[in-house]
């Protein structure tokens, strides 16, 4: 078995203790996603089975991720024997994975999806009749105003709170 030798920036050395979760932000070019990639590699070479996710705060796509630089890490320390690359992941040793996302494009579609259940949900049920028997005309009065209540209050919007207003006044409430 060889060891590997990664020359590591001294600034990035307090990110070599043992962590759950490590992160860093910074500007362009400081060099965090090649270290970041090479502490990858090296720990899926050590520890078989090693399962991670790279993420970008960006990332429409996995030209835009950091999949190629791992690649390109795995070969310049000449372990491509041991991982095995596709084109939306990478097998590491001992049946480990890499996988790539982007957080702005799932935080969208996390957002539309609770946006969508809001609105599937705010839909007004009308009431439950009884086969033969006509709703009477206050029963649906009540139940428009219901509907005007909620409406206000899934929206906020000024113009279903006049709606409700007149709704009301016009029903002497």
Not at 26 to 33: A, T, V
Not at 34 to 49: N, P, Y
Request: aromatic share 6%; hydrophobic share 35%.
């Amino acid at each position: 078995m060889s060891i590997l030798k990664i020359p590591t920036a001294k600034i990035f050395e307090p990110l070599l203790k043992p962590a759950r979760y490590k992160g860093v932000y910074g500007g362009r070019g400081s060099g965090k996603s090649h270290f970041f990639g090479e502490l990858l590699v090296e720990t899926c070479q050590a520890e078989r089975g090693t399962l991670a996710v790279c993420i970008r705060e960006a990332q429409r796509t996995l030209a835009q991720s950091s999949k190629r630089l791992i690649e390109a890490k795995i070969a310049s320390l000449r372990l491509g024997h041991g991982f095995k690359l596709f084109s939306d992941k990478i097998e590491t040793p001992g049946d480990g994975l890499i996988i790539f996302r982007g957080l702005q494009d799932d935080a969208g579609k996390y957002r539309l999806m609770m946006k969508a259940r809001d609105a599937v949900s705010a839909k007004a049920v009308p009431p439950v009749q009884r086969p033969g028997m006509a709703t009477s005309r206050g029963e649906l009065n009540q139940h428009d105003l219901r509907t005007l209540s909620a409406r206000l209050s899934n929206t906020g919007n000024l113009n279903d709170a006049v709606a409700l207003y007149k709704a009301r006044r016009t029903r002497g409430e």
